[in-house]
């Protein structure tokens, strides 16, 4: 099995940043997928950033104020959010996808972590 673990979340005032932290760990060969998910009172959970190899796609409404950033040393990714606002306001997951020793694929996610931008 796989374990994420988040951290990071928090209260904040509008303008604000915040750094989230996830850490895989368990039986893992290898990590193909790494992104930050979130979803707020009402709404579907949707992608907010994801990487995958050289590749890193944002959600519209983060692009110039999210970034990510992965270890594949320490097996993590983090999400740095800048000039926070009050509709960034959700619980926010991570989610990893790879392969463990036994060669089975698998995709995981953390328990997830709550940011709450208000003034």
């Known amino acids: 099995q796989v374990q994420l673990v988040e951290s990071g979340g928090g209260l904040v005032q509008p303008g604000g940043s915040l750094r989230l932290s996830c850490a895989a760990s368990?039986?893992?060969?290898?990590?193909?997928?790494m992104g930050w998910y979130r979803q707020a009172p009402g709404k579907e959970r949707e992608s907010v950033a994801v990487?995958?190899?050289?590749?890193?796609n944002y959600a519209d409404f983060v692009k110039g104020r999210f970034t990510i950033s992965r270890d594949n040393a320490k097996n993590t990714v983090s999400l740095q959010m800048n000039n926070l606002k009050p509709e960034d306001t959700a619980v926010y997951y991570c989610?990893?996808?790879?392969?463990?020793?036994?060669?089975?694929?698998?995709?995981?996610w953390g328990q997830g972590t709550q940011v709450t931008v208000s003034s």
């Open positions: 989610n990893v996808r790879g392969t463990t020793y036994s060669y089975q694929n698998f995709s995981s």
């Open positions: 368990g039986r893992i060969f290898s990590i193909n997928v």
């Open positions: 990487t995958s190899g050289g590749t890193t």
